[in-house]
T-cell receptor, first 114, second 110 residues
């Protein structure tokens, strides 16, 4: 199957700083990318959907000014958590969908905000 | 709004046993359903993907069925092994987005 990578796999930062997470489709072009968040013992929750070259669509309750998503190319999307706080500590997973419509998931990034 | 429920929440079985994990969803207008495995602190590993027009998919010791009209899917694991211990997630893709269940945490005891 197609491969989606995320970088970094884990990050620890101080409260108030911003953190950028990258999601790349390695061997296919992803017209649509998705960002999910998973809190401990909870299911993955969709945060936003982004199409290449256009603004992301955020799910209800997700602050678009706090979670900046950029999908500048067909193989790269970035999620920037701005002014991170401890409650933003979570597991962030991206997925990418190509022309055949199946979604492929990245390995996730664990964010810990001190 | 699609809701996905997985039962049981946790399951502990002795090695070698066959087992069934259940997933139910409220909106039958789905595109496909996918089963994943997630190891602690790790990402998702796709196990089986069933398109809405299909009834089941098989891969090795795994068999997943889909009854779209009743909003149910099952994941059957044959001859369970300790390496199967993980959380199993069911994900239902509607026409706009994917909704995940909370998962079934499986422990296979040697």
């Amino acid at each position: 199957g197609a491969v989606v990578s995320q970088h970094p796999s884990w990050v620890i930062c101080k409260s108030g700083t911003s953190v950028k997470i990258e999601c790349r489709s390695l061997d296919f072009q992803a017209t649509t990318m998705f960002w999910y968040r998973q809190f401990p013992k909870q299911s993955l929750m969709l945060m936003a959907t982004s199409n290449e070259g256009s603004k992301a669509t955020y799910e209800q309750g997700v602050e678009k000014d706090k979670f900046l998503i950029n999908h500048a190319s067909l193989t790269l999307s970035t999620l920037t958590v701005t002014s991170a706080h401890p409650e933003d500590s979570s597991f962030y997973i991206c997925s990418a969908r190509g022309s055949w419509n199946e979604q492929f998931f990245g390995p996730g990034t664990r964010l810990t905000v001190l | 709004k699609q809701e996905v429920t997985q039962i049981p929440a946790a399951l502990s079985v002795p090695e070698g046993e066959n087992l069934v994990l259940n997933c139910s969803f409220t909106d039958s207008a789905i595109y496909n359903l996918q089963w994943f495995r997630q190891d602690p602190g790790k990402g998702l590993t796709s196990l089986l993907l069933i398109q809405s027009s299909q009834r089941e998919q098989t891969s090795g010791r795994l068999n997943a069925s889909l009854d779209k009209s009743s909003g149910r899917s099952t994941l059957y694991i044959a001859a369970s092994q300790p390496g199967d211990s993980a959380t199993y997630l069911c994900a239902v893709r509607g026409y706009q987005k994917v909704t995940f269940g909370i998962g079934t945490k499986l422990q296979v005891i040697p």
